[in-house]
Nanobody, 127 residues
């Protein structure tokens, strides 16, 4: 079974940066079989898609959530996906999740499209 584990959350001041990591264990699949997504959920708010991408060709599915402040990248040698978050705002405070599903992604960078989920890592932006 595909498994994911996030790390790198913490507390940061507004305007600061953080990089989240997600180690992907593809199980019976291969990394090239997967679409990886980053999502977040703030208290009392719905799950929100941030960025998703195809491992095989790096095609990225953008959302309107963060307007270019965040970028997604991968390290294939270490089976790790990163979410670089810059110019963080108080509204970015949330639990951040990485998720995976089998390629192709049929319904966009939305939570309902993804089958496998990590446990999440907390990001708090506060002065």
């Amino acid at each position: 079974q595909t498994q994911l584990a996030e790390s790198g959350g913490g507390m940061v001041q507004p305007g600061g940066s953080l990089r989240l990591s997600c180690v992907v264990s593809p199980g019976t699949l291969t990394l090239d079989d997967l679409v990886i997504g980053w999502f977040r959920q703030a208290p009392k708010k719905d799950l929100e898609g941030i960025l998703c991408f195809n491992w095989r060709d790096d095609y990225t599915y953008n959302t309107n959530a963060v307007k270019g402040r965040f970028t997604i990248s991968k390290d294939s040698a270490n089976s790790t996906v990163y979410l670089q978050m810059n110019n963080l705002k108080v509204d970015d405070t949330a639990t951040y999740y990485c998720a995976a599903t089998q390629y192709p992604l049929l319904s966009g960078c939305r939570g309902r499209s993804f089958r496998y989920w990590g446990r999440g890592t907390q990001v708090t932006v506060s002065s």
